[in-house]
């Protein structure tokens, strides 16, 4: 198992047709998005285009938050069956990333891509103030805490470092937390009334 925070000074911003996006984390290291060789990517994007075409990913499951906006989006099925969905801020949805994908609202969200056979999900954390919570990470090959916004502070037990801070952007990163004999730890609590949390996990 391995733990790390990814600042978000470190992740890697790009633009695309419809806006721009910054990739917060990328598994197996050294693997990229263009060459579509990766298990697990996870992003944020800004789509400034009122109408956006995704980008089809037929080896990948794909799951999207919105975090800012409304966003009208469609799927076309192979067989022709078209599926819409409302979605407003912190909802999620889940597709085939092969299927024909069109949308349509200004929005900002948070996306995890899996290659095929892989589970996850995205949820957005609602923790009061000064709250301590035990972060639920075990038996997962990953999982991630990202702070969208505020301050978290991270107590990491039986690790050298014992607390952290997450400030807007960065990311607590928990790799092949699958092995039974993990005996750590992770606590988090916001110590920013306006901090907004998501945790994303793979099986």
Not at 13 to 37: A, D, F
Not at 86 to 107: A, C, M, N, Q, R
């Amino acid at each position: 198992m391995s733990i790390k925070i990814i600042r978000a000074k470190e992740q890697k911003e790009s633009l695309w047709s419809g806006g721009s996006t910054k990739e917060i984390y990328i598994y197996p290291q050294k693997t990229s998005y263009e060459e579509r060789n990766f298990d697990i990517r996870i992003s944020r994007a800004v789509v400034v285009d009122e109408k956006s075409t995704f980008t089809k990913l037929k080896e990948f499951d794909r799951k999207l938050m919105i975090l800012d906006g409304s966003l009208e989006i469609q799927h076309t099925l192979p067989e022709g069956e078209c599926i819409k969905n409302h979605l407003k801020p912190y909802e999620v949805t889940s597709f085939d990333g092969g299927w024909d994908t069109t949308s349509i609202g200004k929005v900002s969200d948070f996306n995890l891509m899996m290659k095929k056979g892989l589970k996850g999900d995205l949820k957005r954390l609602v923790v009061h103030e000064n709250e301590k919570i035990q972060l639920q990470f075990h038996n997962k090959r990953l999982a991630l805490l990202y702070c969208l916004n505020g301050v978290v502070e991270i107590y990491i037990q039986e690790e050298t470092y014992n607390k952290q801070f997450l400030y807007d952007g960065d990311v607590l990163v928990i790799e092949n937390a699958n092995n039974q004999n993990i005996k750590d730890s992770i606590y988090f609590k916001k110590i920013d009334p306006k901090t907004q949390i998501i945790n994303a996990y793979v099986f």
